[in-house]
């Protein structure tokens, strides 16, 4: 309707370019200009860290589904 942009080929997981403007514009009322690279910094080392810690340990991941599928089903069994 509003949108001259097919979500297909919307931005960040259906976000367009005016919606980032404008949460864009919300951060910097809210946070200020100073504190943006502080919070840029924080942000990017936070995803460094995360992505680094999946990377040391991936089978963790796989783990923790099997365990969930595994509890999923003992509790079926119970009922």
Not at 30 to 34: D, I, L, M, T, W
């Given at each position: 309707m509003f949108s001259s942009i097919p979500m297909t080929q919307a931005g960040i997981g259906g976000l367009g370019p005016w919606e980032l403007i404008?949460?864009?514009?919300?951060?910097?009322i809210?946070?200020?200009?100073?504190k943006l690279p502080t919070i840029g910094n924080s942000v990017g080392e936070a995803l460094k860290n995360f992505?680094?810690?999946v990377k040391e340990n991936p089978e963790a991941s796989s783990e923790t589904s099997k365990?969930?599928?595994d509890n999923n089903s003992a509790n079926k069994e119970h009922d």
């Open positions: 404008i949460v864009l514009v919300i951060v910097l809210v946070f200020g200009a100073g992505k680094k810690a365990n969930k599928s």
